[in-house]
């Protein structure tokens, strides 16, 4: 397998692709990705931004970075958000890389420390990132996992 991680502000026209991509894997509403990667197209700020593993032009895997990931810790910020991978690709390496290249492209742009809402444990510790505290979701019963990464 082979597959390439691109910044969609590389590609603005897998722009609607990208966030039907997103759209149903999360059930995000479909205008939501397309602002939010229309926003990240206009360069103004690092924040948003949208991320692709692309294999032979299909997407496998993806993630964004975005202001806040609907919890309620408003000063964790900016968030790694929407990571995943294609059923097919998993255990592959294609999550790790995304994270690894998030991080360097961010601290390229200024941005040293990323943070994470999931309820995944120890998945990404392996990819160098801290548990930090258990935070509320927006509209959600349980508390959730806020991860940290520092870039040096």
């Not at 997103?22 to 690092?46: D, I």
């Not at 990404?124 to 979701?137: A, D, I, K, S, T």
Request: proline share 4%; net charge negative.
């Amino acid at each position: 397998m082979k597959y390439e991680i691109i910044r969609l502000t590389d590609k603005p026209e897998l722009l609607q692709t990208a966030a039907k991509w997103f759209h149903e894997k999360w059930g995000v509403p479909l205008t939501a990705y397309q602002e939010s990667m229309q926003e990240c197209l206009t360069g103004k700020r690092p924040v948003p931004q949208w991320y692709l593993a692309m294999e032979q032009g299909r997407i496998v895997g993806g993630l964004g970075v975005i202001e806040n990931d609907f919890h309620n810790r408003k000063d964790l910020t900016p968030n790694v958000c929407a990571v995943y991978t294609e059923t097919d690709r998993r255990c592959q390496g294609i999550a790790g890389a995304l994270l690894d290249y998030v991080c360097t492209d961010m601290n390229r742009q200024g941005i040293d420390t990323l943070y994470l809402l999931t309820d995944h444990t120890s998945f990404y510790e392996r990819y160098g990132w801290e548990f930090l505290c258990m935070v509320q979701g927006d509209g959600e019963p349980d508390l959730s996992r806020m991860y940290v990464r520092k870039q040096q």
